[in-house]
T-cell receptor, first 111, second 111 residues
Framework: GEDVEQSLFLSVREGDSSVINCTYT??????LYWYKQEPGAGLQLLTY?????DMKQDQRLTVLLNKKDKHLSLRIADTQTGDSAIYFC???????????FGKGTSLLVTP | EAEVAQSPRYKITEKSQAVAFWCDPI?????LYWYRQILGQGPELLVQ????????DSQLPKDRFSAERLKGVDSTLKIQPAELGDSAMYLC?????????FGQGTRLTVV
């Protein structure tokens, strides 16, 4: 499928904001998602955004979508040590419903 | 809160043996996916079901992998014979309206 690309690693201090970025290449993508994975566990859905939206906010999470640049970001406000995990960006193209994932961004939150 | 159930959580098997994984999706979710996640990578789709029908199995190694969802509810993924390269996390997900929820996964180690 089309590529979804993410930076591999991000380190922030506790209390700061984290911004995780993602680029995708399939212009027909209609749904874009952020999942969180803790060590040895499955994927937890954090949030998703429809392609006709520019922004979605859910408590400490803010998702920004730039369709022109095919760029998606996840901002975590007041990052806590419990936010340390791998974050996956995923897309669903119009052609089917299966999610196409990036390789994940490992977020490390230090005290 | 409804969850996707998977078993077993962990499985160690010798190469050339057969192994099977089970998944029970969230009630009412017609779409079921099996993904494989190699350590350090994002999940990759193996097979997608819509009710009891296979929608996409283009990435399923059919010489050794098989999947079924006989009554359109729970599903089984089988590998026979297992190879060392099959060591990975096997994730099941179910969805309705394009929002997918994942189980905790089965960690397979082939020795």
């Amino acid at each position: 499928g089309e590529d979804v690309e993410q930076s591999l690693f991000l380190s922030v201090r506790e209390g700061d904001s984290s911004v995780i970025n993602c680029t995708y290449t399939d212009s027909s993508s209609t749904y874009l998602y952020w999942y969180k994975q803790e060590p040895g566990a499955g994927l937890q859905l954090l949030t998703y955004i429809f392609s006709n939206m520019d922004m979605k906010q859910d408590q400490r999470l803010t998702v920004l979508l730039n369709k022109k640049d095919k760029h998606l970001s996840l901002r975590i406000a007041d990052t806590q040590t419990g936010d340390s995990a791998i974050y996956f960006c995923a897309e669903t193209p119009n052609s089917g419903y299966a999610l196409n994932f990036g390789k994940g961004t490992s977020l490390l939150v230090t005290p | 809160e409804a969850e996707v159930a998977q078993s077993p959580r962990y499985k160690i098997t010798e190469k050339s043996q057969a192994v099977a994984f089970w998944c029970d999706p969230i009630s009412g979710h017609a779409t079921l996916y099996w993904y494989r996640q190699i350590l350090g990578q994002g999940p990759e789709l193996l097979v997608q079901f819509q009710d009891e029908s296979v929608v996409d199995d283009s990435q399923l190694p059919k010489d050794r992998f098989s999947a079924e969802r006989l009554k359109g509810v729970d599903s089984t993924l089988k590998i026979q014979p297992a190879e060392l390269g099959d060591s990975a996390m096997y994730l099941c997900a179910s969805s309705r309206d394009r929002v997918a929820f994942f189980g905790q996964g089965t960690r397979l180690t082939v020795v």
